[in-house]
């Protein structure tokens, strides 16, 4: 049984309870009646849908494997970076040699060999991203062969994460071009976890709000927010970017919370359950207070979590939260490594011990994801009641780092979930009975 019963209490200070399992999708009162999904304006969908089984990839026993089907590509460059965010997984990667303009050719020649081109060959239903360290540090690299890929693959999407202190008028036009959507990583008012400022020196900011001028009207820019123990007031980190950027049109996300990869990355975490407690009540009345509705990616979130209410969608049907255990989705460097993700290095090794190489695109069969395991062999992801919203954090993190990336994602979807069922009931969750991940979380209560 996985059900989860949740006290709410309306504004007059009386209780009421929903039950809610993660598995099953299934939010009903007490009563039985399911709770009404109308007030968020959608109504219950197909519910007898047939849903594909997500591959449990598990390590060694169980790796997964990558098609020539890609639909999403991720592109390292190398991890290469004239910043130093303290939080940051690929500072301590060791460096494994990529990113070199000589490695073009050979990788544009080589691409048709093992990508099958998109939906209709040019690259329809794809999505190609250039990653680093910091792309633009790889400037040579990046427009070459970003160009030569549009021209070959015009109907793909395109995207770009950058610290935005590398811009440059010329770089401005090329991503125009290019039809990129550029995520600028930066924590508005934690800025100083990241490093230094470019909305602060007088020409990057210049260059940065051309840039993001020139793509807001296309809906392709967004500043990108890590929350960390002490930067996650969603409303005043929308303050600061509105004064910051002299009130125009904010395009804000949240890249996630931070996840521990290194010691730097403990000290950003939530330590214990009253600094838990108090991100995940600072998330709900961000959102109950409608500023936190500014960030798309806490409204992509909460959307997601009530189309999994509306479908009725099975626990069994979700892959890892950032879909790099699917065999359609793929990171490669330059050279034609096949690595875990883009935020590793090819010569790094992975908490069970397996190569975060896990294979080379000039044999993609024989490619085998050893490195990482699907939540749902992790007990606490099977018993916990934010599965739907959370999907499990980093799937290759183990031990002590991967305890406080659950905890750090625990408070994080856990205020997300609490924001969703106010804005279902009008009430406000102050406990949780039922399974629960563990360690048992105080923080249950709002
Ligand atoms: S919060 Fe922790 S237990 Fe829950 S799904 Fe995320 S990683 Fe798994
Ligand atoms: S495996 Fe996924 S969550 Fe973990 S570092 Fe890589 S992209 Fe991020």
């Known amino acids: 049984m996985n059900r989860n019963t949740i006290t709410l209490q309306d504004r007059a200070g009386a209780s009421h309870r929903v039950v809610y399992d993660p598995h099953a999708s299934t939010l009903c009162w007490s009563s039985g009646d399911p709770v009404d999904l109308a007030k968020i304006g959608m109504a219950p969908q197909v519910r007898d849908r047939d849903w594909q089984h997500a591959v449990a990839i598990n390590g060694v026993h169980a790796p997964g494997r990558k098609s020539r089907a890609i639909r999403r590509l991720k592109i390292q460059l190398g991890l290469k970076c004239n910043y130093g965010c303290s939080y940051c997984l690929q500072r301590f990667q060791p460096e494994a040699g990529s990113g070199a303009p000589d490695q073009v050719e050979a990788f544009l020649r080589n691409l048709p060999l ?14 190609f991203e250039f990653w680093g360290g910091e792309p633009f540090a790889y400037w040579k690299t990046l427009k070459p062969l970003g160009s030569a890929i549009k021209a070959t693959y015009p109907n793909a ?31 508005g008012p934690g800025q100083s976890a990241r490093g230094p400022d470019p909305l602060d020196n007088r020409l990057q900011r210049r260059h940065l709000l051309a840039l993001y001028d020139r793509l807001l009207p296309q809906g392709r820019v967004s500043f990108n927010v890590v929350l960390t123990d002490t930067n996650h007031d969603l409303r005043a980190i929308a303050d600061w970017f509105a004064a910051k950027l002299d009130r125009r049109a904010l395009s804000l996300t949240v890249e996630g919370v931070v996840i521990p990869y290194h010691a730097e990355g403990h000290e ?12 995940m009540r600072s998330i709900l009345h961000a959102v109950a207070a409608g500023e936190g509705l500014a960030f798309q990616a806490v409204r992509r979130k909460l959307d997601d979590f009530f189309q999994s209410l509306a479908t009725a969608r099975p626990a069994h049907a979700l892959g890892q939260k ?10 490669v460097t330059l050279d034609g490594k096949v690595i875990t993700c883009q935020n590793v290095s090819a010569a790094g090794t992975a908490p069970n011990g397996a190569s975060h190489e896990i294979g080379n695109v000039e044999a993609l069969d024989a490619v085998r994801l050893a490195s990482a395991r699907h939540w749902s062999h992790r007990e606490e992801c099977r018993n916990c009641p934010v599965l739907q919203l959370c999907k499990g954090s980093c799937m290759y993190l183990e031990g002590r780092d991967r305890q406080q990336a659950c905890d750090n994602e625990f408070a994080w979807n856990l205020g997300l979930f609490a924001a969703a069922l ?19 979380a105080e923080s249950a209560a709002a």
């Not at 995207?159 to 071009?177: C, F, K, M, Q, R």
Request: hydrophobic letters at 40%.
């Open 114 to 127: 093992w990508f099958d081109g998109g939906e209709d060959g040019k690259g329809a239903g794809v999505r």
């Open 157 to 187: 999407s395109f995207a770009i994460v950058t610290n935005g202190s590398l811009i440059t008028p010329e770089i401005v036009e090329w991503l125009d071009a290019l039809g990129a959507t550029v995520g600028i990583s930066h924590d």
């Open 268 to 279: 950003c975490s939530l330590g214990g359950d009253e600094r838990q407690a108090a991100f």
């Open 322 to 331: 950032c879909g790099m255990d699917r065999d359609d989705t793929i990171a």
């Open 422 to 440: 106010f804005l279902l009931t009008d009430m406000v969750p102050v406990q949780i009975d039922g399974p629960m991940r563990h360690p048992p």
